[in-house]
């Protein structure tokens, strides 16, 4: 689906259609709703106890939507076991929301996509827009009663594995890349964010890959996002224009979720994500790598 100026998200928020995102106005009528459920996937810890929208549930990033021990997304088993105690229905609409500008919430859409779910919206804004506005917050965890769901169907056309991305650097594959991460990362000034501790040892970006950093999308006041004439026009400047298919990344997936949320969702472009991301990449042995800044790993 793509939207255009006249009939964007921003024009249907008096009903929940057809359309990826659910505005808080909207969100705060369905209150109650049996049709309806909500699930905030933040990454910062005790957030959720300290306070959530009611009614809504918690997803953990970290165990509910990655394979662990393995570094994977989550079996389709164990999203079955999610949904089920989340007490989902193949007819649920879920919504959901979560901080960092809906970083993780966005991840969380994109599995429940891969797995088949489609009724599931992104909160615009999510939980600093809610907060902003000063909306009310619960600390009970919602009595839900399970369901039995069952994943008919799963999408791994939406994800990107290294060796496609690898014939994309080396020109055998055609299709847009695009580094999410901050011009830093891009040009190798830095291996990763300050603080971050899943490092790569190499710095820069894949070769070909043009940098719109994912803020690029949000309104800087609240974190919404800006409206799709405006996200066209983002990407278009960087060649990104829906003409062929698009592979995101970033350093571990979070950030690229949300802009294939963007592209996908909002724009309608065919894009696939790539969770392996610069931890993956700029790990392994033998692929080609572009480091404009020159910066080389000493083990600091």
């Given at each position: ?60 990033w970290h165990t509910d939507l ?161 409206s799709a004439e405006e996200l ?11 003409s062929k298919p698009v592979i ?53």
């Open positions: 689906m793509t939207l255009t100026q006249n009939q964007s998200y921003h024009q249907v928020d008096h009903f929940v259609g057809n359309t990826p995102l659910i505005y808080l106005k909207r969100l705060s009528e369905l209150t109650g709703s049996t049709i309806l459920g909500k699930a905030e996937v933040s990454i910062v810890d005790g957030l959720y106890e300290e306070g959530h929208i009611p009614g809504a549930s918690n997803i953990s990655v394979d662990n021990p393995n570094r994977d997304i989550v079996t389709k088993e164990n999203f079955e076991k999610l949904m089920s105690r989340l007490g989902v229905t193949p007819d649920t609409t879920v919504v959901l929301y979560g901080d960092h500008d809906n970083w993780f919430a966005a991840w969380g859409v994109w599995i429940f996509k891969v797995y088949g779910h489609e009724n599931v919206k992104l909160l615009d804004g999510g939980r600093r827009k809610w907060l902003a506005e000063d909306r009310p917050l619960d600390t009970i965890t919602p009595d839900i009663r399970p369901t039995e769901y069952t994943v008919s169907e799963v999408h791994l056309d939406t994800r990107a594995l290294l060796p496609e991305v690898v014939a994309v650097a080396e020109g055998r594959t055609d299709a847009h890349l695009v580094d999410i991460r901050s011009p830093d990362e891009y040009q190798g000034r830095v291996f990763a964010p300050a603080g971050i501790q899943e490092l790569s040892i190499r710095a820069g970006h894949v070769p070909g890959a043009v940098n719109v950093p994912w803020v690029a999308a949000v309104n800087p006041a609240d974190g919404t996002f800006r066209k026009t983002i990407y278009a400047e960087q060649g990104v224009d829906g995101v990344y970033c350093r571990i997936g979070e950030r690229s979720a949300h802009t294939w949320f963007v592209l996908s969702q909002i724009l309608g472009y065919e894009v696939k994500q790539y969770d392996g991301s610069w931890t993956e990449y700029g790990n392994v042995v033998g692929v080609p790598i572009r480091n404009p800044a020159g910066t080389v790993w000493t083990g600091k």
